[in-house]
């Protein structure tokens, strides 16, 4: 633990991942899986903003080894429904294994495929809650088919938004910063959301959390 990290203090008092997930991530990276689940922290603001919004039905995008998915469906209400995106193969066959393991295979549904793809496929759907933690550059293309999926009152939560600094520049020097600096303005300058940005990794990074408004 690194003594000073607000970041490590709330996630060790309150703690989100158990002795399942733990195994789940040590063997995502065992088979060269890229260690980016969300940390503790940023589990723990998903879990509240769930139950705090009384969601039952999620769309997650990036599942990678289903981390955040499990997370996510501990705190559903019974009958409640979450819908993931991912594109790679490998992902998806471990998310699946560990979602069954997790006795939550019930409640998740990874599409696969790329996000654009799925996402246009479920046009007409609705949901109460938005995950987005994808391919950064991509966050303003998502952002578009998040708010043609949701409804006033809908959370849209994006992981990412900060990069070590690199939004805050007129143009950002990687694809990935510029993707997630867009992604900041067209919240910030769509009337019909109301956001705020949250850090994480104390500080090294951050969420968009965002209410879709009547
Ligand atoms: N939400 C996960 C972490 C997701 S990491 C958790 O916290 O546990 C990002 C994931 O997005 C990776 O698995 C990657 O394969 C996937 N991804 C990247 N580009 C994508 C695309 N175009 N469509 C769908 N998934 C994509
Ligand atoms: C990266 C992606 C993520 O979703 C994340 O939480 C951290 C890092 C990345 O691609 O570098
Ligand atoms: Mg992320």
Redesign the pocket.
């Known amino acids: 633990m690194t003594a000073g990290s607000l970041a490590s203090y709330a996630d060790d008092l309150f703690n989100v991942e158990d002795a399942l997930l733990r195994g789940f991530r040590e063997e995502a990276f065992a088979q060269g899986?890229?260690p980016?689940?969300?940390p503790g922290e940023l589990?723990r603001i998903l879990q509240v903003l769930i139950v705090q919004s009384s969601a039952r039905t999620i769309l997650?995008?990036?599942?990678?080894?289903?981390?955040?998915?499990i997370?996510m469906a501990r705190v559903l209400p019974p009958g409640g429904h979450i819908t993931s995106?991912?594109?790679?193969p490998k992902?998806v066959a471990l998310a699946r294994s560990n979602l069954q393991a997790a006795g939550v295979a019930d409640r998740v549904t990874i599409v696969e495929?790329?996000?654009?793809r799925?996402l246009t496929a479920l046009s007409g759907r609705n949901f109460d809650f938005v995950?987005i933690?994808?391919?950064k550059s991509?966050y303003p293309e998502y952002l578009e088919h998040a708010l043609a999926l949701t409804h006033a009152g809908s959370t849209i939560v994006a992981?990412n938004v900060w990069r070590g600094g690199r939004v805050d520049h007129p143009e950002p020097s990687d694809v990935d910063a510029v993707g997630a600096s867009r992604y900041n303005r067209m919240l910030a300058e769509n009337p019909r959301l109301l956001t705020a940005l949250i850090p994480t990794r104390d500080g090294a990074d951050g969420a968009a959390v965002s209410v879709v408004l009547p």
């Open positions: 899986l890229p980016i689940q969300v589990a997650e995008v990036g599942t990678l080894f289903g981390y955040s998915s997370i995106l991912e594109v790679n992902h495929g790329p996000a654009v799925s995950f933690d994808a391919d991509s992981d």
